[in-house]
């Protein structure tokens, strides 16, 4: 069966910190990957998706970055952290482009920037 | 572009009601809906996934209903727990382009005992 594994699970960082979240997709091959912002009261916020190694699909222009460096790793990055990068992050796994098993979620990292 | 609705946005209610949340969408051009729940400070869960072709799916207590042509998908809950008590979302997939889902804002649920 599919898994997905998302760390950490907290993250409390300095403003102007550099930051790195990674996600995992195990037990499926060439998944379509996604990263997700939630801030408080606020709904979901799609950052980057992603169809294949090496292939990044930006939604927000932001402080953020997005790798694919093998094809079920994902990694949401920052050189410098700002206090509205504060959030939870999520990331998020698709078998294919038309659904076939619809989405499935990590944990979560919940980052404060202080 | 998909927009997606959820009313109420939020819902007390006694142990043991049965539940009614409703979501509405823009575009009935869709590959799926997706009925997630998410807990506070957790991620999301699958609920429900109900194909386009599809009218309804079951899951022990849950019900997800699909009427594509008028935009409108329903989850109904019988006979509520406690531990019913999350957020709950809908996620309608338009067609075209990759596989991303539209998120509504959610229906906050407190179940009281």
């Known amino acids: 069966s599919q898994t997905i594994h998302q760390w950490p699970a907290t993250l409390v960082q300095p403003v102007g910190s550099p930051l790195s979240l990674e996600c995992t997709v195990e037990?499926?091959?060439?998944?379509?990957l996604y990263w997700y912002r939630q801030a408080a009261g606020r709904g979901l916020q799609l950052l980057f998706y992603s169809v294949g190694i090496g292939q990044i699909s930006s939604e927000v222009p932001q402080n953020l970055s997005a790798s694919r460096p093998q094809d079920r790793q994902f990694i949401l990055s920052s050189k410098k952290l700002l206090l509205s990068d504060s959030g939870f992050y999520l990331c998020?796994?698709?078998?294919?482009?038309?659904?076939?098993?619809?989405?499935?979620f990590g944990s979560g990292t919940r980052l404060t920037v202080v | 572009k998909q927009e997606v609705t959820q009313i109420p946005a939020a819902l007390s209610v006694p142990e043991g009601e049965n539940l009614v949340l409703n979501c509405s969408f823009t575009?009935?051009?869709?590959?799926?809906l997706q009925w997630f729940r998410q807990d506070p400070g957790k991620g999301l869960t699958s609920l429900l996934l109900i194909q386009s072709s599809q009218r309804e799916q079951t899951s022990g207590r849950l019900n997800a209903s699909l009427d594509k042509s008028s935009g409108r998908s329903t989850l109904y809950i019988a006979a509520s727990q406690p531990g019913d008590s999350a957020t709950y979302l809908c996620?309608?997939?338009?067609?075209?382009?990759?596989?991303?889902?539209?998120f509504g804002r959610g229906t906050s649920l407190i179940v009281h005992p």
């Open positions: 996620a309608p997939a338009t067609t075209g382009g990759s596989y991303i889902p539209t």
């Open positions: 998020a796994w698709s078998l294919d482009d038309v659904g076939s098993y619809g989405y499935t």
């Open positions: 575009d009935s051009a869709i590959y799926n």
């Open positions: 037990g499926t091959s060439n998944p379509n």
